[in-house]
């Protein structure tokens, strides 16, 4: 077993790959087919990637398979000095990482280099935390025993991240599987592959071993992920994106028992009480809502904002959106980018449409562009709890204002979902956090827009979700478990 990490090889002009990575190599389709790439912002194509066929995903499986003993036998030193080493390539390279997700993504500047850095730290907080994977030593009540319990890895784990965080969706899974010691299968979006290959292109560069990691974008995904699912040596599917999908896949999971994490959607409720500093709040709410265009899934949703502050919420609210400058992710000036795609941008016109028939009043925006996939910043007041705007994951720059009155209907409004990811909560300290302990969530933001780190604990309760990702929890994830008895 070695104790320090090979070399790195030296870094390339990072011309953007758009092949498949098995078993160490970086190879086309075997059937040949390719997907276009499409920058949101304008519909260009930006690259042809390569369609895995079911051979590519079985080539796939079997390449993590074999290489993954001697992962899990490496030094745990040896593997979070090469996740250093990737934290370090990536910080180098932050503006390349950034300048990926804004031209496949289409998000803003601002939103793409907080991901680059969000997603960057993962591998540097799971570098530290592969050399502490905890086990117990105890004698047994009965003293008969001791009792040894040891972490392993839990296997080849499958991947499968959404668009809306190219990156971090992937890293926040990469890193720990690897620190942990399993070999992996991702399996990014249609829409965002190239962010994707380009952080398993560092990883290479840093040292991970072939095999370790794969990459695969086969098209239709369905069949291709129930087929490796089925494959025996998969042991953990570890996937983020919507509630539907997740349950399917869960199904799928539940005929060979396989391990399964989910990162799911959410409805995030986010209340202002009367008691909240209306600019801590507004800005707050701002980011909440705007960070990422609207596309997160920890997006502030359903603003339950109280009668006594609810006119000059929405004045002052009204006035930060109409500031927005909306437009091609590539010019910094730009603070709100693109939607993913044309179908995205159709998707919130509709549900802003269905809000006014159902008796919402539009304060400002309301408009898709003309080209492009863009949506303005858009302020809905008079919104119905329960009216499909409410009741639906927007993932736009729209917000549904809903006036309340009393502090347990603003509660009992929060808890009325099947989703239980995110809330916001704005107002006096002490108030606020005994309303967010009411609250039937994974994370709450207490006076703030933003919760995510990668040393916090990342999940949902109820349909949002099963585990937790960063944080401690996140190793855990591709743990396992053994307990080995010794006579005492
Ligand atoms: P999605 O569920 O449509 O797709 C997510 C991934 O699953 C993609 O890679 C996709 O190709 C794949 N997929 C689609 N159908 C599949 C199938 N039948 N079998 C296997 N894989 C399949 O989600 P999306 O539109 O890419 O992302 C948006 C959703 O992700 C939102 O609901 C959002 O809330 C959620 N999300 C959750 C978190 C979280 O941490 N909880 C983070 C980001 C996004």
Known sequence: MTTTAPAPTPATDLDLRADLYIGGAWRPGSDGGRFAVLDPADGSRIAD??????????DAVAAAAEALPAWSATAPRVRSEILRRAWEILTAEADRFAEIMIRENGKSTADAVAEARYATEFFRWFAEEAVRIPGDYRLSPAGDKRIVVTRRPVGVALLITPWNFPAAMATRKLAPALAAGCSVVLKPARETPLTAAYVVDVLERAGVPAGVVNLVTPQPTGPAVARMLAHPAVRKLSFTGSTEVGRTLLKECADRVVSASMELGGNAPLVVLASADLDTAVEGAFVAK????????????????????????????TARLEAVHTGPGSDPANDLGALVSLAERDKVAGLVET????GATLVTGGHPSASGAFYEPTLLTDVAHGSTINATEIFGPVTAVVRFSTTDEAVDAANDSEYGLMAYVFGEEREAVSVAQRLDVGMV????????????PFGGTKQSGLGREGGFDGILEFLEEQYIALTA
Do not use: K, L, W
């Open 49 to 58: 990637f390569a369609i895995a066929s079911e051979q590519d995903c079985d």
């Open 290 to 317: 705007m960070r990422n265009g609207g596309s997160a899934c920890t997006s502030a949703n359903r603003f339950y904002v109280h009668e006594s502050v609810h006119d000059e919420f929405v004045r002052r609210f």
């Open 355 to 358: 809000a006014r028939q159902e």
């Open 445 to 456: 933001a207490v006076n703030r827009g933003v919760v995510s780190d990668p040393a916090a």
